[in-house]
């Protein structure tokens, strides 16, 4: 079992920097920073992420009178947005895949801000500092983003060549991590399954992505990029938080919110880049 943890930690690893390396290989920075030009939807992401998304959590942890661990739990990925996954869902729909990373960026960069404020006002006995969460976010997806781009602006045909190799690797290492989180926590879903927090995980999914393509729609534009942004929660900060603060049973509850996220957005994002397909 440690070796299959310390697999799916190099897996986690290799799919953050794969993704993360092959968008900025294959994008520039006007693609990246064009996006968020558009006033209305920065503002609509910020309010699908940041207010839609806990206020939702919230409710299902009073509809389903969650013990508090697992309240924790489901609060903590609420409060955490920017997937780093976010750019390789947007290439599985065939969507807008610079549109994808400049918010993927832009909900990394709020909630390394939100998230140290918010959660220490929303539970007291936490102590978690802005660096505690802003560390890994920044030297796992902010300075290879950078780099990324830095060497597709100055070196586009080196770019060109090592960018097959680095999205070969995300892809690769997705398919790993999914087969190995469902070995690694089947029996921790089976756990929850008379406690209301697998139910309540799955309608959070749900109604957060709902709650971003109809936000999306009414910027006129991307309503399946801010679906799938705001449906994916950012777990590799909720994962620190949880670490550092509190015991097992939030862990596991954030582990199992980011099982349900794959199991329900992928499906999801293949069969819209089947219909993407279909409509070229």
Same mark, same amino acid.
């Given at each position: 079992?440690?070796?299959?943890?310390?697999?799916?930690?190099?897996?986690?690893?290799? !799919?953050?920097? %794969?993704?993360?390396?092959?968008?900025?290989?294959?994008?520039?920075?006007?693609? $990246?920073?064009?996006?968020?030009?558009?006033?209305?939807?920065?503002?609509?992401?910020?309010?699908?992420?940041?207010?839609?998304?806990?206020?939702?959590?919230?409710?299902?942890?009073?509809?389903?009178?969650?013990?508090?661990?697992?309240?924790?739990?489901?609060?903590?990925? #609420?409060?955490?947005? +920017?997937?780093?996954?976010?750019?390789?869902?947007?290439?599985?729909?065939?969507?807008?895949?610079?549109?994808? &990373? #400049? @918010?993927?960026?832009?909900?990394?960069?709020?909630?390394?801000?939100?998230?140290?404020?918010?959660?220490?006002?929303?539970?007291?006995?936490?102590?978690?500092?802005?660096?505690?969460?802003?560390?890994?976010?920044? !030297?796992?997806?902010?300075?290879? =983003?950078?780099?990324? =781009?830095?060497?597709?602006?100055?070196?586009?045909?080196? *770019? *060109?060549?090592?960018?097959?190799?680095?999205?070969?690797?995300?892809?690769?290492?997705?398919?790993?991590?999914?087969?190995?989180?469902?070995?690694?926590?089947?029996?921790?879903? $089976?756990?929850?399954?008379?406690?209301?927090?697998?139910? *309540?995980?799955?309608? @959070?999914? $749900?109604? /957060?992505?709902?709650? %971003?393509?109809?936000? +999306?729609?009414? +910027?006129? /534009?991307?309503?399946?990029?801010?679906?799938? +942004?705001?449906?994916?929660?950012?777990?590799?900060?909720?994962?620190?938080?949880?670490?550092?603060?509190? %015991? /097992?049973?939030?862990?596991?509850?954030?582990?199992?919110?980011?099982?349900?996220?794959?199991?329900?957005? &992928?499906?999801? #994002? =293949?069969?819209? %880049?089947?219909?993407? /397909?279909?409509?070229?």
């Amino acid at each position: 079992m440690e070796t299959l943890n310390t697999l799916y930690n190099l897996m986690g690893i290799i !799919f953050v920097l %794969g993704t993360i390396i092959s968008m900025g290989l294959s994008l520039t920075m006007a693609q $990246i920073t064009g996006p968020l030009r558009n006033v209305r939807f920065v503002i609509l992401a910020l309010l699908a992420n940041f207010v839609v998304v806990p206020v939702a959590a919230y409710i299902l942890i009073q509809v389903f009178s969650l013990d508090e661990p697992l309240a924790i739990g489901l609060l903590l990925v #609420s409060l955490a947005a +920017g997937a780093p996954g976010l750019p390789k869902m947007a290439e599985f729909a065939k969507l807008d895949t610079a549109a994808a &990373t #400049s @918010l993927m960026v832009l909900l990394v960069v709020i909630t390394i801000i939100v998230l140290p404020i918010a959660l220490p006002l929303l539970l007291t006995e936490i102590t978690v500092t802005f660096w505690d969460i802003a560390s890994g976010l920044i !030297f796992l997806i902010l300075i290879p =983003l950078a780099l990324s =781009l830095f060497v597709r602006a100055r070196y586009a045909e080196a *770019a *060109a060549s090592a960018l097959p190799y680095f999205t070969q690797a995300s892809t690769f290492s997705l398919l790993a991590l999914m087969v190995l989180m469902v070995v690694l926590n089947f029996q921790n879903v $089976i756990d929850l399954l008379g406690s209301g927090g697998l139910l *309540a995980s799955l309608i @959070l999914v $749900i109604l /957060s992505a709902a709650g %971003g393509y109809l936000l +999306g729609s009414l +910027g006129g /534009s991307n309503n399946w990029v801010q679906a799938l +942004g705001a449906g994916q929660r950012n777990i590799a900060a909720a994962m620190v938080v949880a670490t550092m603060n509190f %015991g /097992s049973e939030e862990i596991v509850m954030v582990v199992v919110y980011s099982l349900i996220t794959l199991i329900v957005l &992928t499906p999801l #994002s =293949l069969e819209l %880049g089947k219909r993407h /397909s279909m409509e070229a």
